[in-house]
């Protein structure tokens, strides 16, 4: 079957879709060959069809069996982000891989915003310790009727607070944020890994 | 566990065996294996939804991809057993044989003792 304007542009559609979803998630020598493989699918299908009864329906037939495009994206993404994150181990691809979870699925979701309060609560006590030597007054811990609460910094340090702490606050504050980064990589790791094995079973 | 997510479950678990097996007898490009498992199975739902596992099987090193151009108006990517995937098709294939066994065992057992039981 040779395609018309018409039809030329549904398939030029559906692939420019395609290309978009990819693209939120994939790297893009990735997304261009996966582009390609599915124009080649098509271009196939298509011209092994007969035009009778007509294009449209013919065109539109052939792109329902391939699937819509946002679900051919979201099976991309989620064979191959999660795979790249596991076996990387990348702070980039985990990223995206948990994005991908978190937008698609209910437990990902939630899974997300625990990684995320952990990675936050790590990078909070960094920053306190890069700010300290910088901004002594301004950085420290918090206390709270005489209850530490977390590391803090404010600019300026607002009436009433409470905040304590020397240059000691420094090494505390590297060690307990480095230590809250790395636990949280592991877990969203191991999260990961999860998924996978859920995936293939 | 419905009965739909079981079946799904089913033919997820299938699929990769199913692609390796399509392509352990020669090369073939992406539309020739979902026609391939048209024919033979109802494994393919949504044929957009292969070429992804086709990718990861790939990347695992199970095949080999390779664009071939000329042959076709369209390029072609052709796929091809590595001999990783040539071991691990072997395993599996050993594997799904020695659980469908049991699982008919199991089954003719059951039927038995309803008969029995009758």
């Given at each position: 079957?040779?395609?018309?304007?018409?039809?030329?542009?549904?398939?030029?559609?559906?692939?420019?879709?395609?290309?978009?979803?990819?693209?939120?998630?994939?790297?893009?020598?990735?997304?261009?060959?996966?582009?390609?493989?599915?124009?080649?699918?098509?271009?196939?299908?298509?011209?092994?069809?007969?035009?009778?009864?007509?294009?449209?329906?013919?065109?539109?037939?052939?792109?329902?069996?391939?699937?819509?495009?946002?679900?051919?994206?979201?099976?991309?993404?989620?064979?191959?982000?999660?795979?790249?994150?596991?076996?990387?181990?990348?702070?980039?691809?985990?990223?995206?891989?948990?994005?991908?979870?978190?937008?698609?699925?209910?437990?990902?979701?939630?899974?997300?915003?625990?990684?995320?309060?952990?990675?936050?609560?790590?990078?909070?006590?960094?920053?306190?310790?890069?700010?300290?030597?910088?901004?002594?007054?301004?950085?420290?811990?918090?206390?709270?009727?005489?209850?530490?609460?977390?590391?803090?910094?404010?600019?300026?340090?607002?009436?009433?607070?409470?905040?304590?702490?020397?240059?000691?606050?420094?090494?505390?504050?590297?060690?307990?944020?480095?230590?809250?980064?790395?636990?949280?990589?592991?877990?969203?790791?191991?999260?990961?890994?999860?998924?996978?094995e859920r995936r293939l079973s | 566990m419905s009965h739909e997510t079981w079946q799904e479950q089913l033919r997820r678990g299938s699929l990769d065996l199913a692609i390796l097996l399509t392509?352990s007898?020669?090369?073939?490009?992406?539309?020739?294996?979902?026609?391939h498992l048209e024919a033979f199975t109802d494994l393919v739902v949504t044929?957009?939804t292969?070429?992804?596992i086709?990718?990861?099987?790939?990347?695992?090193?199970?095949?080999?991809?390779?664009?071939?151009?000329?042959?076709?108006?369209?390029?072609?990517?052709?796929?091809?057993?590595?001999?990783?995937?040539?071991?691990r098709l072997e395993h599996m294939t050993r594997e799904w044989r020695a659980f469908a066994e049991k699982i008919a065992r199991l089954i003719d057992a059951a039927r038995r003792d309803d008969h029995a039981a009758h």
């Amino acid at each position: 079957m040779q395609l018309t304007d018409t039809g030329e542009s549904r398939v030029n559609g559906y692939l420019f879709v395609l290309e978009r979803s990819l693209k939120t998630f994939l790297p893009g020598d990735v997304v261009r060959d996966a582009v390609r493989e599915i124009e080649s699918h098509l271009r196939e299908r298509i011209a092994a069809a007969s035009a009778a009864p007509n294009e449209r329906e013919v065109l539109e037939k052939i792109l329902a069996e391939l699937g819509p495009p946002l679900r051919v994206a979201q099976a991309y993404s989620a064979e191959r982000t999660i795979d790249e994150a596991v076996a990387t181990g990348r702070f980039v691809p985990m990223i995206r891989a948990i994005w991908h979870l978190a937008i698609s699925t209910v437990v990902g979701f939630f899974a997300a915003l625990g990684l995320l309060v952990g990675y936050l609560i790590g990078v909070a006590w960094v920053a306190v310790a890069v700010i300290k030597p910088i901004f002594p007054e301004n950085a420290g811990i918090q206390f709270v009727h005489g209850i530490p609460v977390g590391p803090a910094a404010q600019f300026p340090v607002a009436p009433g607070t409470d905040l304590r702490g020397g240059y000691w606050v420094i090494p505390l504050a590297l060690t307990v944020g480095l230590g809250v980064l790395v636990v949280t990589q592991r877990c969203a790791r191991k999260y990961l890994a999860w998924w996978r094995e859920r995936r293939l079973s | 566990m419905s009965h739909e997510t079981w079946q799904e479950q089913l033919r997820r678990g299938s699929l990769d065996l199913a692609i390796l097996l399509t392509v352990s007898s020669g090369p073939r490009y992406g539309l020739a294996i979902i026609q391939h498992l048209e024919a033979f199975t109802d494994l393919v739902v949504t044929e957009g939804t292969i070429y992804p596992i086709l990718g990861r099987l790939t990347r695992e090193g199970l095949l080999d991809a390779r664009w071939v151009e000329g042959e076709a108006p369209h390029p072609r990517k052709y796929y091809r057993l590595t001999p990783l995937g040539a071991k691990r098709l072997e395993h599996m294939t050993r594997e799904w044989r020695a659980f469908a066994e049991k699982i008919a065992r199991l089954i003719d057992a059951a039927r038995r003792d309803d008969h029995a039981a009758h």
